[in-house]
């Protein structure tokens, strides 16, 4: 009997051993046999939870029992460990045991929050931005959360759109930088790691080319530009391992990219070979029937699992729908199966199979929201994000001294405009509500400038007006206030919620009367410096014009006010550079800067038959690239190791930057290339590499660029992907329209 015991032992740890040497495959192909069609089509399914909404709420009265009956797959807008541990208790007792995947929007941040998507991208800091989103993971997941929705990777050249907010702006070689870090800031060193979320690169494809800049539009593009501009970005966030794709809300050329199996299965899943899962946008499954793509929800159904839409968000398209599909033989099983274990696998590989419970550690959480190095991370985030358009100096400083930064010894500033106090506007859209959490830990700029200033410096406040009220019965306390301080800091821009997502605006100049503000404050004589708060680029002519500084510190999270305070005093020197192209006005839109050319060029403005504006210069406020700082650089010594290369061959590219002014700072040198001639016509410019380096008084660097035939390549117009052999310009410099060194070099065969 004593030997019938230990062997039955010793073939059940030996049992025990094997099911763990499985494979995550083997072990998601165990699972699915077991599985019945509803419990199947279950696992495609995504409800929010009750806390907040993203979307157009829908009712679901029995959510927990499905839950319960192993038909829901995933669940959003569940936060925290207690919430998160009570729905996935809730998976445990159905049949087979299936944890449930919740996902958030957390965008740039979870309770600490950093700077928008868009004012990060214009650090030009790779690793600041996968600093900031590894410390959004760590929140995130140690709060029970195992998948974000971000990061965006759309290539954006409109500013009506408001979503520009949530991305890296207009270029596609930058977008691919920020994409690869944020997903790898994301994933952490591997999913399952207690630490990692899951990422998700949205929104396939093109969506920030919506005709007119308006949310949910349609978009009608070539192949060439699909393939050159807009899916590189998100080419890069799978290289780096993005375990999800999320489709998007606009029609492609007349498709709707939920239901468009060319950029589903045909590209992402065929050509790519991705191996994760791709889920719907909120409802865009059920919202094909309003494109006038389908019918009905269950035409709806056939169209997005056909064409490769694995996990359907809250349209329920799928689990009213796809059974009866497959029992009328419209869909075969397989294709169910096969998402299904897109999703499954997911889910092994977090490790909740193992342990449904990991993220769910209240203890873990609580020092992860409370961890003061996330906060320090913030402030530098955020300082690096600011932008500084202009310092001029005042009638009375010093000839080439800019009013910026502001002396400690400044005995009285006047602080004025609708932001200065505000506290939680300074997360910006698409933060985090934890409504368990207070606002203290947000810093507003009034306190920012409270706990830079010394004893000495007083502080005066007048609002002056609304963001977007035409009242100005406030202006007399403000120009009052004004004239009795030695320096003028005025903090205005649009709302936190005017950009974002269902946020497009027509008109994109300054709203209100906030300009008429700067106009009063301006004429008081004082030295004025005007920060500008706002989610996308806004049209500010007057104030650009006629005022000496100017920041532009977007939304810039929870340590807005420390990191701004930081920069007008000098503890920091601005370093930010544009990502987008800012317009003289809307009628410019889309503007950016690596356009082509046509027959009839404007060159010095000559608008005499010419591809011009009568009424307006071609050229933009701001230039993407463009950021000042508040010293100078020097760059010279341009090298280039050959000027004649084949395919295989490489140039290195050499240049001397010399910090040439009184204090040290950040320089972003980018580097341009231009194809003169190709079989399709080429940009007057493109990105092609940057370093961001920074540089003490008097110091000297030479940097090192690799030109290699993958910065000289581009598709043609049969979509093939291959340089030709002709001439190239190389230009370096501060920014797409601040070149300060020139070369050439030629491609042969």
């Keep these: 009997m004593r030997k019938i015991v230990l062997n039955f032992l010793l073939f059940a740890f030996s049992a025990t051993?094997?099911?763990?040497?499985?494979?995550?495959?083997?072990?998601?192909?165990?699972?699915?046999?077991?599985?019945?069609?509803?419990?199947?089509?279950?696992?495609l399914n995504q409800y929010s939870g009750d806390n907040t909404a993203t979307g157009p709420i829908t009712i679901n009265p029995n959510k927990q029992k499905e839950i319960k009956e192993g038909l829901l797959g995933s669940m959003l807008n569940v936060i925290g460990t207690t919430y998160t541990r009570q729905y996935q208790e809730l998976a445990m007792q159905s049949r087979l045991k299936i944890p449930l995947l919740f996902g958030q929007d957390v965008i740039h941040g979870y309770k600490t929050t950093f700077p928008i998507p868009l004012a990060e991208a214009a650090s030009w800091d790779l690793e600041s931005m996968q600093l900031t989103a590894k410390i959004s993971a760590t929140e995130a997941a140690a709060s029970g959360i195992h998948w974000t929705f971000a990061p965006m990777v759309d290539i954006a050249r409109d500013p009506r759109w408001g979503r520009v907010m949530e991305g890296a702006g207009e270029d596609t070689y930058l977008g691919c930088k920020i994409a690869t870090a944020r997903v790898k800031g994301f994933q952490c060193e591997k999913l399952g790691n207690i630490d990692a979320v899951m990422a998700c690169a949205k929104h396939f494809v093109a969506y920030g080319a919506v005709l007119a800049g308006r949310e949910y539009n349609s978009v009608d593009m070539s192949d060439r530009m699909l393939w050159e501009t807009y899916l590189p970005p998100f080419k890069a966030a799978l290289d780096a391992g993005a375990a999800t794709f999320m489709n998007s809300f606009n029609d492609l050329n007349g498709?709707?990219?939920?239901?468009?199996?060319?950029?589903?299965?045909?590209?992402?899943?065929?050509?790519?070979?991705?191996?994760?899962?791709?889920?719907?946008?909120?409802?865009?499954?059920?919202?094909?029937?309003?494109?006038?793509?389908v019918k009905d929800s269950k035409e709806a159904a056939l169209a997005a699992i056909t064409a490769g839409s694995d996990m359907d968000m809250e349209s329920n398209a799928y689990r009213d729908n796809l059974a009866q599909l497959v029992k009328e033989k419209k869909i075969d099983i397989a294709l169910i199966d096969e998402a299904v274990k897109r999703v499954l696998r997911k889910k092994f590989e977090l490790g909740l199979f193992d342990d449904p419970f990991k993220f769910c550690n209240p203890e873990r959480e609580k020092a992860a929201?409370?961890?003061?190095?996330?906060?320090?991370?913030?402030?530098?985030?955020?300082t690096k994000s600011i932008v500084l358009l202009k310092n001029s100096p005042t009638p009375s400083g010093r000839a080439g001294e800019g009013i910026l930064p502001i002396s400690k010894?400044?005995?009285t500033i006047a602080f004025i405009g609708p932001m200065v106090k505000l506290k939680r506007a300074n997360h910006g859209f698409w933060s985090m509500d934890l409504k368990n959490i207070d606002s203290t830990y947000i810093v507003s700029q009034w306190e920012g400038l409270e706990n830079k200033v010394g004893k000495n410096t007083k502080l005066l406040y007048a609002k002056g007006c609304d963001v977007t009220s035409p009242n100005k019965d406030g202006f007399a306390e403000a120009i009052a206030i004004a004239n009795q301080a030695d320096v003028v800091i005025l903090s205005i821009g649009e709302?936190?919620?005017?950009?974002?997502?269902?946020?497009?605006?027509?008109?994109?100049?300054l709203p209100g009367v906030q300009e008429d503000l700067v106009k009063a404050i301006q004429a008081t004589g004082k030295p004025v410096v005007v920060l500008i708060n706002a989610g996308r680029p806004l049209v500010f002519n007057w104030t650009a014009d006629n005022v000496p500084a100017i920041l532009y510190t977007w939304w810039l999270g929870s340590e807005a006010g420390n990191a701004i305070a930081d920069v007008l005093f000098g503890d920091y020197n601005p370093s930010g550079k544009l990502p987008m192209t800012f317009p003289r006005e809307e009628g410019q839109i889309p503007i950016y800067y690596n356009h082509f050319n046509t027959g009839r060029p404007s060159i010095n403005n000559d608008k005499q038959y010419k591809s011009a504006y009568i009424d307006l210069p071609n050229s933009p406020k701001f230039p993407f690239g463009y950021g000042l700082s508040y010293t100078t650089f020097g760059y010279s010594d341009l090298k280039l190791s050959k000027k004649k290369i084949k395919n295989n061959d490489i140039i290195t590219v050499t240049v001397t930057i010399t910090n040439t002014g009184k204090y040290s700072g950040e320089e972003v040198v980018q580097l341009y290339l231009r194809d003169r001639v190709g079989s399709v016509v080429r940009p007057v410019k493109e990105l092609k590499d940057f370093q961001k380096i920074k540089l003490a008084v008097g110091e000297s660097k030479t940097l090192t660029f690799i030109i290699d035939n993958s910065k000289l390549s581009f598709y043609n117009n049969k979509l093939e992907y291959h340089s030709e052999p002709g001439d190239f310009d190389l230009m370096i410099g501060s920014s797409s329209e601040d070149i300060r060194l020139t070369d050439s070099f030629e491609l042969i065969k």
Excluded at 19 to 27: E, G, M, V, Y
Excluded at 29 to 35: A, R
Excluded at 267 to 293: A, C, N, P, Q, T
Excluded at 495 to 509: C, P, T, V, Y
Aim: charge should be positive; charged fraction near 30%.
């Design 17 to 43: 051993c094997f099911s763990q040497q499985k494979t995550i495959d083997q072990r998601v192909n165990d699972l699915l046999k077991k599985m019945t069609i509803e419990e199947k089509i279950g696992q």
């Design 255 to 293: 498709i709707p990219a939920t239901g468009n199996k060319y950029i589903q299965r045909d590209i992402l899943k065929g050509k790519w070979g991705f191996k994760g899962f791709v889920i719907s946008d909120w409802g865009s499954i059920g919202e094909m029937k309003m494109h006038g793509y």
């Design 369 to 382: 929201l409370n961890n003061p190095e996330h906060t320090k991370v913030a402030r530098e985030s955020a």
């Design 409 to 411: 010894d400044t005995k």
């Design 495 to 509: 709302r936190w919620n005017m950009s974002g997502e269902a946020k497009s605006r027509s008109n994109i100049h």
